[in-house]
């Protein structure tokens, strides 16, 4: 994965094409950005590094018209910019690929191109719209049928729309809201040719991201940002990664964690040949087979949507299988529901937090008891003992560090790692040997991670079977004692985690066998 | 059945349909940039009382018809503020806004007569049917579509018009998109306020135009609760139509049919209930409601827009 560092601007004495002067955001309670220095050279990638929180997402936010900053001036090739909206930016040449793509599901591939443009005026010619987005797709290696609808698009194809939505506006400011995010590690390099080529046309790429490899591997210069203040610019070939890393944090990062060598048990959980239908009807899982021994974590590899939703949800009774058996414990619990899942002691830690996991207007102690309220001593029959509730509350925090005001506190005012720190404590507590976590560190900031990682690890050393679902492959190499990689509700491969490299991971995510990478 | 005889009950299913068409096109284009609009009985009866009010007074029947329009559409502008700018509940200030306009059409219809006296039992002017030269010479289709009043040739006119506008112009796919996902309608520049506003109250005026159909063609004059429940066939015709003009059309002849139809049945001493023909309508949304509630797929292609009933707001820390 290395590119040419070499670009057109030849240093500090030219006209840069984004200049950002003293940018202060402020959000209720939150300062996002607090005068923020920001240069970006035309022919240049340029990396803007950052934890979740770091204020990156709004200063690009900013640049591209959705919020205003409160303070500061933005100068675009040298002349300072009022930019008021969304209109302003595109006129300008500034174009942004949000992480959340900005897409209308309904609409055509054409049709979301040319959203929002001035011209035509009125009449719409397709067809001939259509040619043009086909010859700029050809130019940069962007395959796209400009006929397609979006929801018919796979998300690799999508982002290829944004990215051509942007060009066809004729941006040559270009930034990338966390871009790999949803790619495999191939597209992911597909893009980065991408990238280098608008950089080589003298086009400015900006590209968001807290992922320190991606930052050596695909930018020229990189800016680190925490707790909404730039830390750092510099150019990426004068650093390193423990270098960024400490930066980004603000102290030294371990790249380890402490795994103690595995001590299987016997069989908690099995499938055999499951087949599962999606929400839309179509096959979601096609003949899985996996198991899974007390002690072992069993981590889940795959590109988002190749049905690892599903595996999650027909292991906690949420999704009824069409065939195929699941069994717990060596007892068959095919099509179960949650509740006899609870009660079979599945902990389920889903990837929606605040949607599945919690009810984010409820406070703690509430959402603590969800699992365990029908039984002493939180209640006595139909009711509830508020004093236990209490009790048990205060004592969980206490266990799990949960840092908040207080056991009354409504859940949706706490940050993503105590979030994800109360449902763990309940789904620990309730479950008995079995844990079902679907992306548990997605979204946290490195502290929090570490934190979740090694409530994981600790389940695992008191012998717990865990199914880990997970888009980071770092995480899943780290935690995981195999890894299964499923594409297109198929487990194509199952390679234990000390033999598996993100490389041989990745092809499998992109659907080629593992025959194909034995002994790799 | 003769041929006249069919005919002449078409004629009569277009003329019945043709207040309810206008509606519905209204509250699609509403719909369509995401905002509902459940206000349509009130806004219809303020349509057709203040169209008959003004056009009694000033002789005009366009006067009539300005007045209904612009009732409309003020009426429409203050669902747009309490939903679009306030960001309140959708389905309560419609509500809201049906109750007022009953009670208000009413309160009015008693005063707005000559000498404060009231307007009902008056006989204003009317839209005369304008047999088109030509075209009403053609055998049973001159007869049923070629010998009507002017709103309903200006509904001819109306319907491909806004078919087109919506899928072949670059302010429909504007539109089409507001209403489907505002944040990225947004993003890309457009003005998702101004335009769920421009919507909602254009919206408005056809529909107190289809108010206006009612007191000067297709009933002249005016009593109370004059729509006769109009306003929420055309709610359930949007669903029924899944939002597109040209169904639209299918389901208004079809709903208007029902209700010239049972006026023969009844004459002709039929054993089917009234209430259960006006019933139909209501049936056969729900059936629309489950096909495409059932089926995502289909839902994608032409369902209600996503955004429909939910308000947009930019700024929103996450």
């Given amino acids: 994965m290395t590119f040419d560092h070499g670009h057109n601007g030849n240093g500090a004495d030219v006209v840069p094409a984004v200049r950002m002067v003293g940018i202060v955001k402020r959000f209720p309670g939150v300062v996002a950005n607090d005068g923020v220095n920001l240069e970006v050279r035309a022919g240049e990638i340029h990396a803007l590094l950052g934890e979740n929180g770091a204020g990156k997402s709004t200063l690009m936010n900013i640049l591209a018209g959705i919020y205003r900053p409160d303070e500061g001036q933005i100068y675009i090739h040298g002349r300072l910019a009022d930019i008021r909206s969304p209109r302003d930016a595109i006129r300008l040449g500034i174009g942004m690929v949000h992480q959340h793509f900005m897409l209308v599901e309904t609409l055509s591939v054409a049709e979301n191109i040319i959203l929002g443009l001035e011209r035509p005026r009125l009449r719409l010619n397709m067809s001939h719209i259509e040619e043009e987005i086909t010859e700029l797709s050809r130019h940069y290696g962007l395959q796209v049928d400009p006929r397609a609808y979006i929801w018919q698009l796979s998300v690799g194809e999508q982002q290829r729309v944004e990215i051509l939505k942007a060009l066809y506006r004729g941006a040559d400011i270009l930034i990338m809201d966390e871009p790999t995010a949803v790619l495999t590690p191939q597209e992911a390099n597909d893009l980065g040719r991408t990238l280098r080529r608008m950089a080589g046309e003298g086009k400015a790429i900006i590209f968001i991201t807290h992922k320190l490899d991606e930052v050596a591997a695909f930018s020229d210069r990189v800016t680190v940002l925490r707790k909404g203040r730039v830390i750092a610019t510099m150019p990426t070939a004068q650093t390193n990664k423990a270098e960024l890393a400490r930066l980004m944090v603000g102290r030294e990062v371990l790249f380890r964690l402490e795994k103690e060598p595995a001590r299987l048990g016997d069989v908690m959980l099995e499938l055999r040949d499951v087949h599962v239908l999606n929400d839309k009807g179509l096959p979601a899982l096609r003949g899985v087979s996996l198991e899974i021994r007390a002690g072992e974590i069993l981590g889940i590899a795959g590109v988002a949507g190749n049905g690892q939703r599903e595996l999650a949800e027909v292991v906690t009774g949420l999704r009824p299988v069409t065939s195929g058996r699941l069994l717990i414990r060596g007892r068959d619990v095919t099509n179960y529901s949650p509740r006899e899942a609870i009660q079979a002691g599945v902990s389920h830690v889903p990837g929606d937090r605040l949607g599945m996991g919690l009810v984010p207007n409820l406070p703690v102690s509430d959402n603590v008891i969800l699992k365990g309220y029908r039984k002493p001593p939180l209640s006595q029959g139909p009711f509830l003992d508020r004093h236990a509730v209490v009790r048990f509350a205060q004592d969980l925090i206490q266990r799990f560090r949960i840092d908040t005001p207080s056991h009354t506190t409504p859940v949706r005012l706490l940050s993503g790692g105590n979030l994800q720190r109360c449902i763990l404590a309940r789904e620990i507590v309730a479950g008995r040997g079995l844990l079902v976590a679907v992306h548990p560190t997605r979204g946290l900031d490195v502290g929090a991670t570490e934190a979740v990682q090694r409530m994981l690890l600790e389940q695992r050393a008191r012998g717990a079977a865990i199914l880990l679902i997970s888009e980071d492959l770092e995480e899943l190499l780290a935690l995981s004692d195999r890894i299964a990689v499923m594409y297109e509700g198929e487990v194509l491969g199952i390679v234990p985690a000390e033999e598996a490299d993100v490389e041989s991971i990745g092809l499998m995510m992109a659907g080629s066998r593992a025959t194909a990478v034995a002994g790799g | ?318």
Avoid: C
């Avoid at chain 2, 005889?5 to 995401?34: F, K, M, N």
């Avoid at chain 2, 063609?217 to 669903?239: K, Q």
């Fill in chain 2, 1 to 318: 059945m003769s041929l006249a005889l069919l005919a002449s009950i078409l004629a009569v299913t277009i003329r019945a349909g043709t207040s309810l068409l206008y509606a519905t096109i209204g509250e699609i284009l509403t719909e369509r940039s995401g905002i509902l609009n459940l206000g349509l009985e009130g806004i219809m009866l303020m349509g057709a009382m203040s169209a008959f009010a003004a056009a009694y007074h000033s002789g005009s029947l366009w006067v009539g018809v300005m007045t209904a329009m612009a009732v409309g559409g003020a009426l429409a502008l203050i669902h747009a503020f309490l939903s679009i700018t306030l960001r309140a509940d959708q389905v309560v200030s419609g509500l809201s806004l049906t109750i007022f306009g009953a009670g208000l059409s009413s309160f009015l219809g008693q005063r707005l007569g000559p000498d404060s006296k009231p307007l009902v039992g008056l006989i204003g002017p009317q839209f005369e049917r304008l047999p088109l030269p030509g075209l009403s010479g053609i055998p049973f289709l001159g007869e049923s579509f070629f010998r009507q009043d002017l709103l309903v040739y200006l509904m001819y006119l109306l319907v491909p018009l806004v078919w087109y506008f919506l899928y072949r112009t670059r302010p429909g796919l504007h539109l089409r998109a507001v209403g489907e996902n505002p944040r990225t309608a947004d993003a890309m520049g457009i003005n998702v306020l101004g335009a769920r506003y421009l919507y909602t109250v254009l919206g408005g005026m056809l529909v107190g135009l289809g108010g206006a159909h009612l007191s000067l063609a297709y009933t002249p004059g005016w009593t109370d609760n004059l729509t006769g429940g109009r306003g929420w066939i055309a709610i359930a015709l949007v669903i029924f139509a899944m939002w597109d003009p040209l169904r639209a059309v299918v389901g208004a002849v079809l709903f208007g049919g029902i209700n010239a139809v049972q006026f023969r049945m009844q004459a002709a001493g039929t054993t089917i209930p009234a209430a259960f023909l006006n019933m139909l309508p209501y049936v056969f949304t729900v059936v629309v409601l489950v096909v495409i509630t059932w089926w995502e797929a289909f839902r994608k292609r032409v369902g209600a827009p996503a955004a429909l009933g939910v308000p947009y707001m930019r700024e929103e820390w996450h």
